[in-house]
């Protein structure tokens, strides 16, 4: 049996570099990102949300924490609910 947490670092983790994956697909090429992102939702135009600013370190750290953090909290509750459920102590 893990400690709830060690799930929770390991979606956290997951989450960073899936993340950063993308991200780093995007800013190499933001077009076919967002045709991929309209196609994905069924033809809605993202292409309207594009920021008219460049992607940069800035725009990345702050999504990168909050994901990091929340998978984290996310992944450390659900090991500790399914213990529970399961009837591990």
Do not use: E
């Not at 033809?43 to 750290?61: H, I, N, P, S």
């Amino acid at each position: 049996m893990n400690a709830p947490w060690k799930t929770g670092i390991s979606l956290a983790l997951t989450m960073a570099i899936s993340y950063t994956i993308c991200a780093l697909l995007y800013a190499l090429w933001p077009a076919q990102g967002i045709a991929f992102l309209s196609a994905l939702f069924h033809g809605l135009d993202f292409g309207r949300l594009q920021a008219a600013q460049d992607y940069g370190a800035a725009t990345f750290v702050g999504p990168l924490l909050v994901l990091s953090l929340w998978g984290a909290v996310v992944g450390t509750l659900f090991a500790w609910l399914s213990d529970k459920i399961h009837g591990r102590p």
